[in-house]
């Protein structure tokens, strides 16, 4: 039996191979949304929506203000971190 890490990878390369493809475009689909509402991290999209912000801030880490806001995240986002690891880790053991 493959795996469903295998499986997913199959379906991403024959979609590629023919992105014209709907019933596989769907199934990706489906399969991704399936993943995702698995729980597998801490927050939901708005807090990872923050984080992503964050970084586009992180380059700009010279103003003092900016740099405080970005570095008062990082222990939220270490959290989310490790969490997303540990459930990666349980799902491909």
């Known amino acids: 039996m493959r795996s469903r890490s295998r499986i997913a990878i199959l379906g991403w390369v024959r979609y ?6 709907t019933q596989i475009r769907d199934g990706l689909i489906q399969r991704f949304k399936f993943t995702y ?3 597998l991290l801490l927050g939901d999209w708005p807090k990872w929506k923050v984080y992503r ?3 586009g801030k992180s380059d700009h880490a010279h103003d003092q ?3 405080l806001e970005v570095v008062a995240g990082i ?3 270490l959290r989310e971190a490790i969490h997303l690891r540990e459930q990666l880790s349980r ?3």
């Not at 590629?16 to 493809?21: G, K, N, Q, S």
């Open 16 to 21: 590629e191979r023919d992105v014209a493809d």
């Open 37 to 39: 509402e698995q729980g």
């Open 53 to 55: 912000e964050m970084r």
């Open 65 to 67: 203000k900016i740099a």
């Open 75 to 77: 222990p939220e986002f």
């Open 91 to 93: 799902r491909l053991t």
